[in-house]
């Protein structure tokens, strides 16, 4: 529908414009056209972990198998949730539920590790997506070279995913670390932005 003009008259009371119901019909009208439009939301949620503090994700040399694990319990996870959305992050099974989403959602990411690394160390962050799907796959979210041995070293990962088909969608989803080199994790959590269509 195009949108439709309110005769207002050449002046004042001149008794040209649209009378009042006739008025007000257009503007009904128009509200339920701009209501039918998919506008986008924004929500966001912030889960930082309080067990890798003190009990660190331990990372064997050539390991393929070390996903990061968030209780969600530290004292710093938070949320902007208006509508009050689902939670992506599943503490139990410490892996994302992207099901409450739309094919065509994009969710981004921050990642927030502390690192005890070895000398002359590469490590690689990856996403598994679609996983229990026969579209599973990974994408690498960062790639770094450690040149010295350090304890704590902060790593901070920005990533944004989109959801592009059913098996993103319906299939689960977790970070996963990997390095030839043996090292120790402590997860921060992370700060995961949906944005819907």
């Known amino acids: 529908m195009a949108k439709q003009i309110i005769s207002i008259g050449i002046a004042p009371n001149d008794g040209l414009g649209d ?3 006739t ?8 509200f339920t056209e701009v209501y039918g ?3 986008t939301k924004t929500y966001w949620f912030d889960a930082n972990d309080a067990a890798t503090s003190s009990s660190p994700i ?3 040399a050539n390991a393929s198998n070390t996903y990061l694990t968030n209780d969600a319990a530290g004292s710093s996870t938070t949320s902007y949730n208006p509508d009050s959305k689902d939670s992506l992050w599943n503490t139990s099974t410490n892996k994302f539920d992207f099901t409450s989403l739309k094919v065509g959602d994009t969710v981004e990411f921050r990642v927030d ?5 070895a000398a002359a160390q590469e490590v690689d962050m990856y996403m598994s997506l679609a996983e229990g799907t026969a579209g599973a ?3 690498n979210m960062n790639h770094r070279y450690y040149k010295t041995a350090s304890t704590l070293a902060n790593n901070t990962v920005l990533f944004r995913i989109y959801i592009g088909d ?3 969608r319906t ?3 977790r970070f996963r670390f990997a390095s030839l080199d043996a090292a120790t994790i402590v997860v921060n959590g992370w700060f995961y932005q949906i944005t819907e269509v």
């Open 137 to 139: 796959h990974e994408l």
């Open 37 to 39: 439009f998919n506008f």
């Open 23 to 30: 008025a007000f019909d257009k503007v009904n009208d128009n």
């Open 113 to 117: 590790i502390n690192l005890t690394n």
């Open 58 to 60: 331990s990372h064997s």
């Open 19 to 21: 009378p009042l119901r």
């Open 171 to 173: 299939g689960g989803a």
């Open 166 to 168: 059913e098996d993103t």
